[in-house]
């Protein structure tokens, strides 16, 4: 039976929390100083301690000072408020969680029911270590070379915790895997992961998809409608390209995080949530603050643990490992298994990939389809372009454009210029200009929509979304 050990001064708090956790029918013990803790610590090991910090001989950080003492129990913090200082703090110190004072029946319930010893975690995590010298992989992750396993050591790190992940990287390099993994690894793995892309929902939708609506609260709300918060209830909330989601929609989003309520769209009444946050996006935090696409308090409160992933140009020996895993996987849906030639696997990591491990894998597919026999050659294989493969032309001094009033079909892809350009007359849109720039370079890439994706630098869920904007299906 699990074991919990309340360590808070708070006399009369103490006695309650003891109260609930008994009703849940576990075992549960009492500290009111650091001395009644060492005891209590020493008397019966505990599965789960709820530690207050200011306690009247010391802080309840020095416990943490000697490592034996909580080996085998998870910590949650006991805090008067949730603060991105006490996230890091929790983080640092090894505390898997935390409980905001007054402390809430249904977020007490979530800490209980995701009690785990921490040295399961940590042979789960060991496991998945060991797999990647035999076969290459860390659970849904594939890779060997030094840049991924430092990625596979953040991921071991910060999954045991509760705190807030920020992944970045280019499209196509796998950040939804790496944030299932970590969820994978969790004390919230038996509960829900929904992952929801923040560019591929209209921005009239938005919010009464993340936080859900009430019925009757605008034209064409016939019954309520749950939120993904609401969804995702104790598991994982994966936020990508969090870049997208509107400025008005970002100060919720942070309200959210910052009290641990959310209002549906139409309601009077707030609720709780009990959720983790794993935001991602394909651009610089940094960048994307200084161009208006995310507010700087968000991006401080999501980037509490950052994992930044590696392009796979970065890491082209694992190339081959990837590309046979997809052909394996092709093998087994086909029924049929084929082989790289030699020449195949050389052409791909010669290769520089801008669409990253999603182009590898969709480019092992069409060669499985194209090869006629039993063995992959290079003939179906992307080749090395002369110049920057996957980059559009820099744009050319000297004259300035045509002007405004002249036709349309000068701002069509010049295919004479080296790897194509674009003309925009003065006096343009924005928007005018991004659908003629998405446009042209997808007419440049074949209608290739990863390479077109990755060339611009934004995610292939967002440009499918700019094509459907502009019905793209009647223009090229």
Same mark, same amino acid.
């Given at each position: 039976?699990?074991?919990?050990?309340?360590?808070?001064?708070?006399?009369?708090?103490?006695?309650?929390?003891?109260?609930?956790?008994?009703?849940?029918?576990?075992?549960?013990?009492?500290?009111?100083?650091?001395?009644?803790?060492?005891?209590?610590?020493?008397?019966?090991?505990?599965?789960?301690?709820?530690?207050?910090?200011?306690?009247?001989?010391?802080?309840?950080?020095?416990?943490?000072?000697?490592?034996?003492?909580?080996?085998?129990?998870?910590?949650?913090?006991?805090?008067?408020?949730?603060?991105?200082?006490?996230?890091?703090?929790?983080?640092?110190?090894?505390?898997?969680?935390?409980?905001?004072?007054?402390?809430?029946?249904?977020?007490?319930?979530?800490?209980?029911?995701?009690?785990?010893?921490?040295?399961?975690?940590?042979?789960?995590?060991?496991?998945?270590?060991?797999?990647?010298?035999?076969?290459?992989?860390?659970?849904?992750?594939?890779?060997?070379?030094?840049?991924?396993?430092?990625?596979?050591?953040?991921?071991?790190?910060?999954?045991?915790?509760?705190?807030?992940?920020?992944?970045?990287?280019?499209?196509?390099?796998?950040?939804?895997?790496?944030?299932?993994?970590?969820?994978?690894?969790?004390?919230?793995?038996?509960?829900?992961?929904?992952?929801?892309?923040?560019?591929?929902?209209?921005?009239?939708?938005?919010?009464?998809?993340?936080?859900?609506?009430?019925?009757?609260?605008?034209?064409?709300?016939?019954? =309520?409608?749950?939120?993904?918060?609401?969804?995702?209830?104790?598991?994982?909330?994966?936020?990508?390209?969090?870049?997208?989601?509107?400025?008005?929609?970002?100060?919720?989003?942070?309200?959210?995080?910052?009290?641990?309520?959310?209002?549906?769209?139409?309601?009077?009444?707030?609720?709780?949530?009990?959720?983790?946050?794993?935001?991602?996006?394909?651009?610089?935090?940094?960048?994307?603050?200084?161009?208006?696409?995310?507010?700087?308090?968000?991006?401080?409160?999501?980037?509490?643990?950052?994992?930044?992933?590696?392009?796979?140009?970065?890491?082209?020996?694992?190339?081959?490992?990837?590309?046979?895993?997809?052909?394996?996987?092709?093998?087994?849906?086909?029924?049929?298994?084929?082989?790289?030639?030699?020449?195949?696997?050389?052409?791909?990591?010669?290769?520089?990939?801008?669409?990253?491990?999603?182009?590898?894998?969709? *480019?092992?597919?069409?060669?499985?389809?194209?090869?006629?026999?039993?063995?992959?050659?290079?003939?179906?294989?992307?080749?090395? *372009?002369?110049?920057?493969?996957?980059?559009?032309?820099?744009?050319?001094?000297?004259?300035?454009?045509?002007?405004?009033?002249?036709?349309? *079909?000068?701002?069509?892809?010049?295919?004479?210029?080296?790897?194509?350009?674009?003309?925009?007359?003065?006096?343009?849109?924005? *928007?005018?200009?991004? =659908?003629?720039?998405?446009?042209?370079?997808?007419?440049?890439?074949?209608? =290739?929509?990863?390479?077109?994706?990755?060339?611009?630098?934004?995610?292939?869920?967002?440009?499918?979304?700019?094509?459907? =904007?502009?019905?793209?299906?009647?223009?090229?």
């Amino acid at each position: 039976m699990t074991h919990v050990l309340i360590v808070d001064d708070d006399v009369d708090s103490a006695a309650m929390l003891s109260e609930l956790i008994a009703m849940q029918g576990l075992t549960v013990a009492s500290a009111h100083s650091l001395r009644e803790a060492r005891k209590q610590l020493a008397l019966q090991a505990p599965d789960l301690v709820l530690l207050d910090l200011r306690l009247p001989d010391g802080s309840g950080m020095d416990l943490f000072a000697d490592p034996e003492l909580l080996a085998n129990a998870e910590v949650v913090l006991i805090t008067g408020h949730a603060s991105l200082e006490t996230s890091i703090l929790a983080l640092r110190l090894g505390a898997v969680d935390y409980l905001v004072k007054p402390i809430n029946l249904k977020h007490l319930q979530g800490v209980l029911s995701r009690a785990t010893k921490p040295a399961v975690l940590k042979a789960e995590a060991a496991d998945l270590t060991a797999n990647v010298a035999t076969t290459g992989s860390f659970g849904q992750l594939w890779g060997r070379t030094p840049i991924m396993q430092r990625v596979y050591e953040q991921i071991t790190r910060v999954a045991g915790s509760g705190v807030t992940v920020f992944i970045t990287g280019e499209s196509g390099t796998g950040k939804e895997v790496v944030a299932q993994t970590i969820h994978d690894l969790s004390r919230r793995r038996k509960m829900p992961f929904l992952g929801v892309n923040c560019g591929a929902i209209s921005p009239n939708l938005i919010e009464s998809e993340i936080f859900g609506h009430e019925k009757g609260s605008f034209t064409g709300a016939d019954r =309520q409608h749950q939120g993904f918060f609401e969804r995702a209830a104790g598991g994982t909330l994966f936020l990508d390209e969090i870049t997208e989601m509107p400025l008005d929609l970002q100060v919720k989003l942070l309200r959210v995080l910052e009290t641990g309520r959310f209002l549906r769209v139409g309601a009077t009444q707030s609720q709780e949530t009990d959720v983790r946050i794993i935001a991602a996006t394909n651009r610089s935090p940094m960048q994307a603050v200084a161009e208006g696409h995310l507010r700087v308090d968000l991006m401080y409160r999501l980037n509490v643990f950052p994992i930044d992933l590696p392009p796979l140009r970065d890491r082209l020996a694992d190339v081959p490992l990837l590309a046979e895993r997809f052909l394996r996987l092709m093998g087994e849906q086909e029924g049929r298994e084929k082989r790289f030639l030699p020449e195949a696997l050389e052409q791909l990591v010669a290769y520089d990939w801008p669409g990253n491990v999603r182009e590898l894998r969709n *480019a092992v597919q069409r060669a499985y389809v194209m090869a006629p026999g039993d063995t992959i050659d290079a003939q179906w294989l992307p080749q090395r *372009a002369e110049g920057a493969p996957g980059a559009l032309a820099p744009r050319a001094s000297g004259p300035a454009p045509a002007p405004a009033s002249e036709p349309r *079909a000068e701002m069509a892809l010049q295919q004479g210029e080296p790897n194509g350009s674009v003309l925009l007359p003065l006096g343009i849109s924005l *928007a005018e200009a991004e =659908q003629t720039l998405i446009l042209a370079t997808l007419k440049h890439y074949g209608r =290739q929509k990863e390479r077109t994706a990755a060339a611009l630098g934004i995610s292939l869920k967002t440009l499918y979304n700019r094509l459907k =904007q502009y019905a793209a299906d009647d223009k090229v």
